[in-house]
């Protein structure tokens, strides 16, 4: 199963995902609803109402960035690391 | 009076508590959050904070131990479907062409937060949205009335309604060219009655609770505007307020001007004096028991958003806006460059209270008549309510 990695400030909101997470997942989507089941609230942290990635928020799987930021369907391998993060943007 | 002041700022909400005489602030929760809007329920005790996370969006907050915890309340969103126009998307050329275009609505912004009779509460928010619970903040929902008001373009959910909006935007809505609802007023002697007050499109009323609108621009001028007195469009009021004592007296802090209604807003006088330095702000406040006393915390003006002449002072009206006093006692009067939001302005009785993007927070025991400071180097406050 992939494995996740947050940004440390999401840690402040959601201390049950601090360090390294497993969950079940194909895409990006489905790890965000893993999530989002692990802890209720999350999705609407890094995405809008309508699914979409918040501007200021970015994806990695493997170390690459995903593409799809409206419905999050970047696939992700079974033994993927997916690493969620804030989009440095200066100030 | 109230011995406790509630402060949102950029950077946290503050309490700011009276003993003894001294005002003393601490910070009760959201380090490092920036919050928009910060009100106790007078009914149930509960603290509200709405939150503006830089990368994580606009979130609820509230405290039912009087802000020792604060948790992550029901969240506001805006339901599927819901669009709204907004202007066509840059060009190459760095300019928008042609009709506006239909965007589906998300949460940019929670900008105020008021509260009716016991278990309703309401939420406006960027883009133009009027959110209402009637289970004291465990679900919200959109005002459909208001959404879907035929100046906005109709019913968008269905089909494309009229074809076009009438309503504006906000450089508050953080990127985007969107309306924003940030006052919300209910007639104490109907709940039933409500005004609020949106930027950039003006003022509306509901009688019947929110099933229909109407727009209360009558007498209201734009200034910036080929057709100044028009009812329907781009109107900015700032912040509106009215006299619990006297509902039917209404102020506006508006754009272009302070305006007062004598007839529940449904006819404004524009009541400026230039000559005063009356006449560009951001908040109002209205005595509680006297229509015609008022007071605003001056700017220079929409171009120059800033102290007059490096003077801060709080102009109050007892006429109605024939006149009005300037209120600079306790008030840095050199060197100032504080403004003052529209939600930084508070009355409680014969008490009062300002804070501004400067981190200062100012308390008159007096009605304005003087002035002591309750804080300073505060991170910039963006409202101050007594709580």
């Known amino acids: 199963m992939p494995t996740v990695q947050l940004t440390s400030h999401l840690h402040e909101f959601f201390g049950n995902l601090r360090g390294t997470t497993t969950v079940e997942g194909a895409t990006v989507r489905e790890v965000i609803d893993a999530l989002e089941a692990m802890a209720p609230g999350f999705a609407f942290y890094v995405c809008d109402e309508v699914g979409r990635l918040r501007q200021h928020v970015l994806i990695y799987v493997d170390g690459v960035r995903t593409r799809d930021r409206a419905t999050l369907g970047d696939a992700v391998q079974p033994g993927s690391q997916v690493l969620i993060v804030q989009a440095l943007s200066g100030g | ?387």
């Open chain 2, 1 to 387: 009076m109230s011995d406790r002041i509630l402060v949102g700022t950029r950077k946290g909400t503050f309490l700011v508590t009276r003993n003894s005489g001294r005002w003393t602030p601490r910070l009760a929760g959201h380090g490092g959050a920036g919050v928009n809007f910060a009100a106790r329920d007078p009914h149930t005790g509960t603290l509200w904070a709405l939150l503006g996370h830089g990368h994580w969006g606009a979130k609820l907050s509230r405290s039912v131990d009087d802000g020792v915890t604060w948790t992550d309340a029901p969240q506001v969103k805006y339901p599927e479907g819901a669009r709204h126009y907004l202007p066509p998307p840059p060009t190459d050329t760095g300019e928008g062409e042609g009709a506006p275009v239909l965007k589906p609505a998300t949460l940019l912004k929670l900008w105020c937060l008021s509260f009716g009779q016991p278990g309703r509460m309401y939420i406006g928010t960027i883009p133009g949205g009027l959110f209402v619970s009637d289970d004291g903040g465990e679900s919200f929902a959109l005002n459909r009335g208001l959404w879907d008001h035929e100046s906005r373009g109709g019913d968008l959910f269905a089909g494309e309604g009229n074809g076009t909006t009438k309503w504006f935007g906000t450089p508050a809505a953080e990127g985007e060219f969107s309306p924003g609802l940030h006052s919300i007023v209910v007639d104490p002697r109907d709940p039933q009655r409500v005004l609020v007050a949106i930027s950039t499109a003006g003022v509306f009323e509901t009688t019947d609770g929110g099933t229909t609108w109407r727009t209360r621009n009558q007498g209201l001028l734009m200034d910036y505007s080929p057709n100044p007195g028009e009812e329907w469009a781009g109107h900015d009021p700032h912040a509106i307020e009215l006299c619990p004592g006297q509902p039917d007296h209404v102020w506006q802090q508006n754009h272009c001007g302070v305006f007062a209604s004598r007839d529940g807003a449904a006819t404004w006088k524009r009541v400026s004096s230039p000559d005063d330095g009356v006449h560009f702000g951001f908040p109002v406040a209205v005595d509680a028991e006297d229509g015609n006393t008022a007071w605003v915390v001056p700017g220079v003006s929409d171009a120059k958003r800033m102290a007059i002449d490096g003077s801060l002072f709080v102009a109050r009206t007892e006429d109605g806006g024939a006149t009005w006093q300037p209120l600079r006692k306790g008030l840095p009067q050199q060197n100032a460059y504080d403004v003052v939001y529209r939600h930084g302005l508070h009355n409680a009785g014969d008490r009062l209270a300002f804070g501004s993007t400067t981190g200062n927070l100012y308390v008159s025991e007096d009605r304005g008549d003087s002035w002591t400071a309750a804080a300073q180097n505060l991170p910039p406050i963006y409202s101050v309510r007594f709580a």
